[in-house]
């Protein structure tokens, strides 16, 4: 926060440099943004009643004077990623990563041309791969994540993000994440929370760049893994990576993953999902206020609008569960000025 302000101030000094022979009437159109600037955590918010209340809980639970004060050391703020912290639509970006491995993979399994689920991930066909089921998919996850050690996957992934483009929008998937929810992140950190991903997503698929994207880093990570084991390697120790799960972190599995992992109930948490319902459940019930936010898809034109019938990130349970006990709802199309980072140059 204090670079930040730090930087509003000298990029403002720089451009009153500029300005010497501007008439009265600019100079204060400059002073009064710089001000918002410097003072709004959360420019990317419109007003409204989810950037009042996530601001309103902070103010309270920070301040040492007030009843609700939480100590620093308990101040544990969790966010679910697909969906949440970047867009998951029109597939999970991990089942693309997963494709493009499976595509990469191909010369070396002719076979795989006429062998379903590959044949489908090989052409590209979507409906065929989804028709195949859980089985079909898993078989794809299976064989795309595994095989290798834990150092070449990161490798790969790394790789993968520093090429591989969205369908919808052409950019790098990791430019897909939400500038509201990194202001967020920031604000919660400039106060002393400190921030989690808890996803259903892989947790070494995350690791490679969740650091650089949203300043989390590696090991405040939860999510859900495959089986690995040591190989001493004569002398050069690997871990290797196993065709076979090790542990689900969706639904049920988030809780116990938070409670495994890192040992401290949230205060506060923030998914999109049926698949994040338990662990605002689980946040719902900290001795300490806490605080429980939703982000609804609603903007169909500069992101996705879905809900209660989506094949992902279903918001069924979840929404109604929100709206009965006053947890917080982000309409993504009134309460966000921009989705991306880029749209901010791109204005």
């Known amino acids: 926060m204090k670079r930040y302000i730090l930087l509003s101030l000298v990029f403002t000094f720089l451009l009153l440099g500029s300005c010497k022979n501007e008439n009265s009437e600019k100079e ?27 601001m309103d809980f ?11 004060f939480i100590p620093v050391e308990d101040r544990i703020a969790t966010f679910d990623n697909d969906g949440n912290l970047w867009s998951e639509q029109p597939a999970y970006f991990q089942l693309f990563f997963a494709i493009d491995r499976i595509k990469a993979l191909a010369p070396e399994h002719p076979e795989w041309k006429e062998k379903q689920p590959f044949k489908a991930a090989i052409e590209g066909d979507m409906k065929t791969l989804v ?8 078989e794809i996850l299976m064989t795309s994540h595994s095989g290798m050690t834990t150092d070449e996957f990161e490798e790969i992934v790394k790789d993968w993000l520093a090429t591989a483009k969205h369908p919808r929008f052409d950019k790098a998937y990791n430019e897909l994440v939400y500038q509201p929810m990194l202001e967020l992140l920031a604000y919660l950190r400039a106060n002393d929370f400190k921030t989690f991903i808890v996803s259903g997503g892989g947790i070494e698929f995350m690791r490679p760049w969740v650091e650089q994207a ?11 893994s495959i089986a690995t084991e040591f190989d001493y390697n004569n002398g050069n120790p690997v871990i290797r990576r196993l065709p ?3 542990f689900i972190d969706d639904k049920e599995g988030k809780p116990i993953g938070i409670n495994k992992f890192i040992g401290k109930k949230p205060v506060f948490a923030s998914g999109n ?4 319902l338990q662990m605002l459940q689980y946040t719902d019930s900290n001795k300490y206020p806490s ?14 609008a879905y809900d209660r019938d989506s094949h992902i990130g279903k918001l069924d349970k979840g929404l109604d569960e929100a ?11 009134s309460d966000w000025k921009v989705i991306y980072p880029f749209q901010l140059t791109e204005k």
């Open 28 to 54: 204060k159109t400059l002073n009064a943004q710089t001000e918002v600037a410097i003072t709004d955590p959360l420019p990317s918010w419109n007003e409204g009643n989810a950037k009042s209340a996530i």
């Open 58 to 68: 902070v103010a309270d639970v920070t301040n040492s004077d007030n009843a609700n």
């Open 131 to 138: 028709s195949l089921g859980e089985h079909g998919l898993m």
């Open 214 to 224: 949203y300043g989390i880093p590696k090991d405040q990570v939860v999510g859900s």
């Open 244 to 246: 076979k799960i090790d």
């Open 273 to 276: 999902s049926d698949g994040d």
């Open 291 to 304: 605080f429980q936010l939703y982000l609804h898809h609603t903007d169909g034109e500069r992101e996705w």
């Open 323 to 333: 709206n009965e006990k006053g947890w917080t709802v982000i309409d993504m199309k």
